[in-house]
């Protein structure tokens, strides 16, 4: 318990301000909680790790959490993973019972996010321990593994896959690191780069620049419009929510949290996914589904506590492997690392108050959540009018903080986020995926030195399949997610085929 | 047979030129993958660009051709005049300070559709509240480091 004299009570407050501001970031469409995560990252510059950490945290939980404002009230999505809310959210809204909506959405999130937390709790440490006496080889079939299963749950595999190799070559950019016992030459670019370029881009501006800049330059592209189109948001006179709402509806709250959770883990697949599986579970499996799609809260209740569910899910494998399971994590990686640490098997093991401060701040942010949600609904809700031209120079502002005050003042890194502001716009608008690539992205160079450093001790490729069970129970995993995605494949060309038909 | 085998997989990796094994393997992945997307999913997409039903991205949309490419030239300008204004100051952040509010005037009335007095007032207002908190917040009392 050595862990609570380290809690003070900043750390609550700035654990409270970031589920505010995650909340109202999420709220506002077109923002995500990355974008919260990368935007106020500068902020974490100047505070300690664990204070820092509350405040990512909170900004975490409150981004997801805030898109169901938006989703429920204009039928816009806040965060992507809000869009099945909209389904039974929305009709809901336009019946006058709004506010009920939303409180349904707020307590199916705070039990989502609290089951995944002690899920990521329980099997955190566990996986850590297993994970712990990998080698190289083993290390290397993980990241292939969950670079396959990102690419196996993309819309298109081949798509994934790509997007996925140009992440990891954008990684390898720079020299080969001697601190990682390589022989410190650079390769991949031209010798005028060089002062530039010598350790290859920095993690975090290339996070900004993609979440932050090229969302901008979307939006721009379509004229920056007010979504709003003068409608009043429809709140209805008296909440006319009671717990009630709730009853029989336990499996479908567990069930979709654990849904949530599960696909959290596996690494770069979206919010969106685990919401629609949940949200489609609920429909094949309840009772009585026909009002679902019609305003029936047991959607709202399957959508909001998966994808709250993922918060918990994707910092498992981040904090026992080292791989995000999400675009935020991500990001979250990058903070991590200038806080001085490293997130992998060893994590939780050597830096136990850490990890005890992290749940803590985990939870808190989730109860915060609850609270300014379910007391403040309609206060919070007025955030989705600020107008876009009021917040997007701002966010601008804000990433350049964010990217130049991170090695103490490059300018470098600064036009690192126009390179990737546009390259993340291209990659989108070409049909390439972001999820992969980032992911590709912070796992390339470690890829690189696994693979090398095993071939160089053992001199032979046959090593990746001899070395030990667990290496053959990975490639086991690699061949089924393949197996999984070309099988989704075929059903969905069928079915493309019957529709075509019939 | 089997030692035929073991040969075909054994590699020796020279350390002067280990930092090109990874990359070259990378390049190889990345050729191979471009060719069977450029086979299966772009033909076919160009073949439906040629028959009318799809569009091309970026060149084939409508665009607000103003904002972005207004935004892209603002930014740029951004970054450019923040860091030579900044060596004028050195170790102060005045050049954020002074170079991101007209910055975020310009964006902000860039992207206003319509120009009321009020809307304009409070752009103006933000265009130096914004910056200057930012500043006040993070260089002064976080000290950290700005242009």
């Known amino acids: 318990m050595e862990f609570l004299s380290l809690l003070d009570v900043t750390f609550f407050l700035l654990a409270g301000f970031g589920a505010l501001i995650g909340i109202i970031f999420g709220a506002i469409p077109g923002m995500t909680a990355t974008m919260a995560v990368a935007v106020c990252l500068p902020l974490t510059y100047a505070l300690g790790l664990h204070h820092g950490l509350a405040l990512l945290l909170g900004l975490y939980v409150g981004g997801i959490s805030g898109g169901m404002v938006p989703a429920v009230l204009l039928n816009i999505p806040g965060t992507p993973s809000s869009i099945t809310t909209t389904f039974d959210g929305y009709p809901m809204a336009r019946k006058g019972e709004g506010e009920k909506a939303l409180r349904v959405c707020v307590i199916a999130s ?19 321990d297993f994970s712990i006496k990998f080698s190289y080889v083993e290390k290397f079939l993980i990241i292939l593994l969950a670079l396959s299963v990102i690419a196996s749950l993309s819309s298109s595999m081949l798509v994934g896959i790509f997007s996925g190799v140009i992440g990891i070559w954008l990684s390898l950019i720079g020299d080969y690191s001697i601190s990682d016992g390589g022989n410190g030459k650079t390769r991949l670019m031209a010798d005028f780069m060089e002062p530039y370029l010598f350790e290859g881009f920095s993690l975090l501006p290339v996070l900004i620049g993609i979440f932050g800049i090229s969302t901008i330059l979307l939006e721009a ?16 006179k008296g909440s006319g929510f009671s717990l009630g709402l709730f009853k029989g509806r336990l499996t479908n709250l567990v069930r979709s949290s654990f849904i949530g959770t599960f696909v959290g883990m596996l690494p770069g697949v979206g919010g969106s996914a685990a919401s629609v599986l949940a949200y489609t579970q609920e429909k094949n499996l309840a009772r009585d589904s026909s009002q679902m799609g019609k305003g029936a809260p047991q959607g709202l209740i399957a959508s909001e506590s998966a994808n709250n569910a993922l918060t918990g899910g994707a910092l498992i494998p981040l904090l026992s492997l080292g791989i995000p399971g999400d675009s935020t994590t991500a990001v979250l990686i990058g903070a991590f690392t200038l806080q001085g640490i490293q997130v992998g098997p060893l994590f939780i093991p050597e830096n136990a108050n850490t990890w005890y401060i992290m749940m803590t701040a985990l939870v808190f942010a989730n109860v915060v959540m609850f ?5 403040a609904i309609k206060h919070i809700a007025k955030v989705v009018m600020v107008p876009k031209h009021i917040l997007y120079p701002i966010i601008v502002m804000m990433c350049v903080v964010g990217a ?5 003042g490059i300018m470098f890194d600064v036009w690192t986020l126009l390179i990737f502001g546009i390259l993340g716009y291209l990659i989108q ?31 032979t490729l046959s090593i990746f399949f001899t070395k030990s069970p667990i290496a053959v129970v990975l490639w086991l995993l690699i061949l089924a997610s393949v197996a999984f995605s070309i099988a989704m494949s075929l059903k969905n060309r069928k079915r493309d085929r019957e529709e075509q038909i019939g | 047979m089997e030692s035929g085998l073991s040969n075909l997989l054994s590699v020796s990796i020279d350390f002067g030129t280990s930092h090109l094994l990874f990359p070259t393997i990378i390049h190889w992945i990345m050729a191979g993958l471009f060719l069977v997307i450029l086979v299966t999913k772009v033909v076919p997409f160009l073949a439906a660009v040629k028959r009318g039903e799809r569009t091309l991205p970026i060149v084939g949309e409508p665009m607000d051709a103003y904002r972005f490419f207004g935004t892209l030239v603002l930014i740029v300008a951004y970054f450019y005049l923040m860091d030579v204004v900044g060596n004028l100051f050195p170790y102060t952040g005045y050049g954020f300070l002074f170079v991101s509010m007209p910055f975020v005037l310009i964006m902000s009335l860039m992207y206003m559709h319509e120009w009321t007095k009020k809307a304009v007032i409070i752009a103006v207002i933000n265009a130096i509240v914004a910056p200057g908190l930012a500043w006040f917040i993070l260089a002064k009392l976080f000290t950290i480091t700005l242009p």
């Open chain 1, 404 to 408: 130049y005050a991170i090695n103490y």
């Open chain 1, 110 to 128: 705070v039990i989502g996010g609290l089951i995944s937390a002690a899920v990521l709790f329980l099997f955190a440490p566990m996986l850590a």
């Open chain 1, 429 to 459: 608008k070409v049909g390439l995926e972001v999820a992969p690539l980032i992911i590709g992205f912070i796992l390339g160079s470690q890829a690189e030195v696994y693979f090398v450093k095993s071939l160089e001790s053992f001199g």
């Open chain 1, 221 to 236: 592209e379509k004229g920056v419009k007010s979504e709003l189109s003068h409608e009043r948001v429809k709140f209805g």
């Open chain 1, 371 to 375: 609270f300014l949600m379910f007391f």
